[in-house]
């Protein structure tokens, strides 16, 4: 009698900022665990430089701003763990601090995540320009596959 094959992905990453993509990510990341019977972990980065420009340009203290961002993080992260409650899937969050593509990629090797899922674009506008794409920086140094999507 032939084994039943084993499911390509165990463990999927989805990082998420909280923008319509990063949702959507979220959103077929839990299908794809669904059909793999794979666990999720959903990670929100608290982004140090968003921190530091935030409290320069306020004058509100660092420590207030990165309060804040890890209270809007925890409820994106608890949207995206209810769906994939919901879907009978064990989830994981994780709320990291530092450059956003740089603590994605190490937590995936941390973790060994087999498949991250990450939405197209984030932040938009001039900050998207001077720093770059999140996403094709987790493309450059995630260690292994990175499903975009739109």
Known sequence: MAEAPQAI???IMVPTDGSKPSVAA???????AAVHRARITFVYVVDDTVVEELAGESGRMAKQIQHEL???GQRYLNYLSRLATNAN?????????????GEIANLAREE???LIVIGQVGRHGPRRILIGSVTERVIEFAPCPVLVVK
């Open 9 to 11: 992905f165990r463990h």
């Open 89 to 101: 899937l064990t989830s994981n969050q994780v709320i990291r601090y530092g450059l956003p593509y």
């Open 26 to 32: 979220g959103r077929l990341a839990v299908r794809l």
């Open 112 to 114: 060994e995540v087999d």
């Open 70 to 72: 890890e209270v809007t």
